[in-house]
């Protein structure tokens, strides 16, 4: 991911005034789960945040156009953060294995997230972890 990540980082204009940008990503493989990877299994890297120094995250609308390119996080939903959309999550609507990571805002100091996980993850990470499962919730 780094050649192509680079490639967008040096030719789009939002980035050139920037020193330091550290991008985010999760290693994951089709058996993983709460961070554990089986050996054998094909990994992969997913792009889900970009922090550029002095401003912070970027928002999701640019981290969408900017990085659509690559192996990025998949937006299931655009629109207001409601309840309906909680449970939704919750109750596996947008096909997700963990949840989901919300974000708002424009970037910077205006840029907001929350997770919400979904009720299959949760019971999983009380059969896997007993009382300690809260360790791996939101």
Not at 16 to 33: D, G, H, K, L, W
Not at 81 to 101: A, I
Request: charged letters at 20%; proline letters at 3%; one cysteine or more.
């Amino acid at each position: 991911m780094a050649q192509p990540l680079a490639e967008i980082l040096l030719r789009n204009a939002n980035y050139q005034a920037y020193n330091e940008i550290r991008v985010f990503t999760e290693f994951f493989a089709p058996n993983s789960f709460a961070g554990l990877h089986k050996t054998a299994d094909p990994k992969e890297l997913r792009l889900f945040d970009v922090w550029l120094e002095g401003y912070g995250f970027i928002g999701p609308q640019q981290f969408s156009a900017d990085f659509a390119s690559l192996n990025s996080a998949r937006v299931v939903y655009e629109g207001t953060l409601t309840g309906q959309f909680f449970e939704d999550v919750r109750n596996g609507k947008f096909d997700v294995h963990e949840g989901v990571v919300c974000k708002g805002g424009t970037g910077g100091s205006d840029l907001w997230m929350i997770k919400i996980k979904t009720r299959q993850y949760q019971a999983l990470l009380k059969l896997a972890f007993a009382e300690r499962w809260e360790a791996y919730w939101e």
